[in-house]
């Protein structure tokens, strides 16, 4: 996504069943004019537009709003994944 140019990132998995990911959309707006400028609009953003649930670092002891997020792949296919990332990126390019 982010060489799409797309607001992302992440960190290689270090063997845990966890994505860290980056999604930073900040000062955008949702199709509902909703403004992205907390991790918290945007996990809601991402559960809601691309069926995606996340955890932002904040529920570890993070204070910092800066986009990044865990999400779990323990029980999910390969083919799950990159449909799931496929939501994510769709809801991002959507994004006004």
């Given at each position: 996504m982010r060489s799409e140019g797309?607001?992302?990132d992440s960190?290689?998995?270090q063997g845990a069943l966890y994505l860290?990911?980056?999604i930073a959309p900040f000062g955008r707006r949702t199709l509902a004019g909703a403004l992205l400028d907390t991790n918290e609009a945007i996990r809601r953003f991402v559960?809601?537009?691309a069926a995606v649930a996340a955890v932002p670092f904040q529920a570890f002891g993070s204070e910092q709003e800066d986009g990044w997020f865990r999400l779990s792949a323990?029980?999910?296919?390969?083919?799950e994944i990159d449909a799931a990332l496929a939501r994510?990126?769709?809801a991002l390019r959507a994004l006004r």
């Open positions: 797309l607001p992302t960190l290689e998995p860290s990911a980056r559960l809601e537009a323990g029980t999910v296919s390969e083919q994510i990126a769709a």
